[in-house]
């Protein structure tokens, strides 16, 4: 991603140049460095073609010298010291700080010495400034223009500068600083077995339930460390808390900071950065969304038929003994009203063997007074459907235990264990799948579901996490526009992840996984408010890496937020982008979490366990690359790449408003704007693409989504004027949509810094009401 970054950045601000045998040329000014240049010695026959060239390399054969045609004047204009090289002085040619030297040893060789010495005076008007056309390689042979060698007047730039900015802003050199000072600080924690205890301070007090299964085989609290390294380790939990904060604020400062000494590189970055950003997420989107529709269609056309004591059949007529397998749903849910729940419940209890092999967990918040009074109508009226009903009621007041989805999952979690014990159900045939009060499930989920958990080794089982196609789609017909786009963006982002075989999936919404797997790594941690990112990080730290997230080929649908006005279903959408960008506080838990593990690693007293267990946990720090991607592309890219567009165009203007035309600013701003307009279209068609293949999928799903009414109904009626509303609809409201989850990222980041659990902010949900209305 550098390297296709800064090759149009390099490209658009020169566009005509060449390197030769070391010779840094049109890239790197003689203003910042001491610039060496070689040209092997030529035939007569070359010499008198290059002659023939005005404005570029002048050679002729008189006493066999050299002549560079510089305008040394022009240059610097203010040295008038020269070095003499071998040679007598009858046989050099000196202009201005030029020397040219008899080549006796068959090479030329120009020395440039420096009279600027301080990049920044690219500023200083009262200064002259290089230009290629003034300093440029000897030895370079045109195919074009009759063989002359043409060469622009446009000002150096440093290609290691350029590939720098790019690794900085990415932010590539940022986040392996903060890996190498993590390998480091691993190296100085000493642990205490002996006194070690397994209690995560993230758990709730002893209120919560205890488990009577197995407890996790990690202890990722720091609990085992010596009373020094918990010391020490809590100030790197600090530093960790930071990191979002350096990202965010840190990188668009540093990169202000080299506008001074590298305004041109910092620009061609910057604007190219942004372009190529728009320009990957169509490609990507385009490319795996269409594959994820081709795959869809034929999961979502499966016929399942089964009853208790039969086996259910695939379209590809593959057995599926869906008496093997037993699926817990836990619905947390706060205030929600209760016909979105029963929409719920009702597309759970729609596949053919609900009755027998489905259970639900009602999971209640107590501070509802309601609570209690919905979880026995919700019984009445779906008993005979599922093969059990489960309330339970999440206490308040909890320590470390903040409200929010994740601490009313821990507790419900924790209570379904209890009840799996008294049971006597197998815990190696029990899935877990955690769903939003207002999501719509296929009527195939469950029994894909079973499909791909037998499929399965034992082994495997107890390491998947399988993910769903999740589209804030279900009121898409009344979400205003800018909403509308927040809706279809991350709806294509998320579908085109299950297509692509590289990808570092996270669990987002509604998920599943085996209940082994959940035990194996101690359930939800309440005080963590992304609950579904955390717990595959979670997964994957306690598993060293062996979990893995597992596409589910299939549609699963919920609400956006709403209210009943245009403009507060906006803020409580605002209020539903703050609280999802809190997720990025997992960035630190990654960095928090690596040392223990480390660590951990460490003080095994067997050699060879010793050993094997760093192995496999570097293997995991590897992997763990590309979590930290998908990070950066998620929180960090969308935050500040309209910031980078911004500071691009801003440093153009104060560029143009106070250089001089010696500087030639307005021939890098050009090109680069030329070569960020030619990507721009691309993106566009791109998105076209992208827009396309939505309205095929919006074809899958539209019976699902609650109907259209009014004057807007209209752009929904035929597949071609919906394409045109969202296509449309993307390219005006997308910067709205951005730039709003770049003030989302912003507090977040913040707010990581300096406090160590949220509040969780409730968005307002469409009630029976509210869509009857609307």
């Not at 030769?20 to 010499?47: I, N, W």
């Not at 016909?339 to 259970?359: D, F, H, Y």
């Not at 979990?547 to 409580?572: D, H, K, R």
């Amino acid at each position: 991603f550098a390297l296709f970054s800064v090759t149009p950045a390099y490209a658009a601000a020169m566009p005509r140049r060449h390197h030769r045998h070391g010779f840094t040329g049109a890239v790197l000014s003689p203003s910042r460095t001491r610039s060496t240049a070689y040209a092997e010695h030529r035939s007569d026959a070359e010499e008198a073609r290059f002659a023939a060239d005005t404005d570029s390399v002048h050679m002729f054969d008189d006493s066999n010298m050299m002549q560079v045609d510089v305008h040394a004047d022009a240059l610097v204009g203010r040295s008038s010291s020269n070095k003499i090289g071998s040679g007598s002085s009858s046989d050099t040619e000196r202009s201005g700080i030029l020397e040219v030297v008899n080549p006796l040893d068959k090479r030329y060789e120009i020395v440039i010495d420096e009279a600027i010495n301080d990049p920044s005076d690219i500023w200083d008007n009262s200064l002259p400034w290089a230009l290629v056309s003034e300093i440029h390689p000897a030895g370079v042979v045109s195919n074009i223009n009759q063989g002359h060698v043409v060469w622009s007047d446009v000002a150096y730039l440093n290609i290691d500068v350029l590939f720098w900015l790019v690794l900085l802003a990415l932010p590539v050199v940022l986040l392996a600083v903060v890996v190498l000072l993590m390998l480091f600080f691993s190296l100085t924690l000493e642990s205490n077995r002996s006194e070690s205890s397994p209690e995560d301070n993230c758990t709730p007090n002893a209120k919560v339930p205890s488990s009577p299964m197995a407890s996790p085989s990690l202890d990722i609290s720091g609990a085992h460390l010596t009373p020094r390294s918990q010391r020490m380790y809590a100030w790197w939990a600090l530093f960790c808390r930071c990191i979002p904060c350096f990202v965010v604020f840190g990188l668009p400062v540093t990169i202000a900071a080299y506008t001074w000494p590298y305004p041109f590189e910092v620009f061609a970055v910057l604007r190219m950065l942004s372009a190529v950003y728009v320009l990957q997420y169509g490609v990507y989107m385009s490319t795996f969304g269409a594959a994820t529709f081709a795959r869809m269609t034929h999961s979502m056309a499966a016929n399942f038929t089964g009853s208790d004591d039969s086996t259910a059949t695939w379209a590809d007529n593959q057995p599926v003994k869906q008496h093997k397998v037993l699926h817990w749903v836990i619905i947390p849910q706060y205030d929600e009203d209760v016909e979105v729940v029963i929409m719920t419940l009702n597309s759970i209890a729609q596949g053919p063997s609900a009755s027998s092999s489905i259970g639900v967990v009602l999971a209640m918040e107590e501070r509802d007074p309601k609570s209690a009074q919905k979880v026995e109508l919700l019984k009445d009226r779906f008993d005979k459907h599922f093969l059990a009903i489960l309330g339970t009621y999440h206490p308040p007041n909890l320590p470390n235990d903040p409200p929010g989805k994740a601490s009313n999952l821990a507790w419900a979690f924790a209570e379904l264990e209890q009840h799996i014990a008294r049971e006597g159900q197998d815990v190696a045939r029990v899935v877990l799948t955690v769903a939003d009060a207002d999501t719509e499930f296929h009527r195939n989920y469950f029994d894909i579901l079973a499909q791909l958990y037998l499929q399965c080794d034992e082994e495997q089982r107890a390491l998947r996490i399988w993910q769903s196609g999740v589209l804030h789609l279900k009121n898409y017909h009344r979400q205003p526009c800018v909403v509308a786009t927040g809706s279809v963006f991350i709806a294509m982002n998320e579908l085109a992840g299950l297509s692509d075989p590289n990808a570092m999936r996270c669990p987002y919404s509604t998920y599943s996984l085996s209940m082994q797997l959940a035990q194996h790594v101690g359930g939800w941690d309440p005080c963590w408010i992304a609950e579904d990112w955390h717990m595959g990080l979670k997964c994957f730290f306690m598993t060293k890496g062996k979990s893995s997230v597992q596409p589910i080929m299939l549609p699963t649908l919920n609400y956006t937020p709403e209210e009943n006005s245009w403009f507060g279903t906006v803020l409580a959408r605002w209020t539903q982008a703050k609280r999802h960008a809190l997720g990025f506080s997992d960035l630190s838990y990654y960095f928090m979490v690596m040392p223990l593990l480390f660590n951990d690693s460490l003080s095994h007293p067997n050699g060879h366990q010793r050993a094997a267990a760093l192995r496999d946990l570097l293997s995991m720090t590897l992997t763990g690359c590309a979590i930290m991607v998908k990070f950066v592309n998620t929180h960090v890219m969308l935050g500040i790449s309209w910031v980078y567009l911004g500071g691009a165009m801003l440093l153009q203007v104060i560029a143009t408003m106070h250089m001089q035309p010696n500087r030639y600013s307005e021939v890098l701003f050009s090109n680069a704007n030329m070569c960020f307009v030619v990507m721009g279209l691309e993106g566009l068609l791109y998105t076209v693409i992208v827009m396309a293949v939505f309205v095929r999928f919006y074809g899958l799903v539209k019976n699902n989504i609650e109907a259209a009414h009014g004057w807007g109904s209209s752009f929904f009626s035929s597949n071609f004027r919906h394409f045109l509303y969202v296509t449309i609809t993307m390219q005006i409201c997308s910067p709205i949509f951005f730039i709003g989850t770049a003030l989302a990222t912003w507090r977040a980041a913040f707010l990581t810094a300096f406090t160590q659990t949220f509040e969780y902010e409730t968005a307002a949900k469409p009630t029976s009401l509210t869509s009857v209305k609307q």
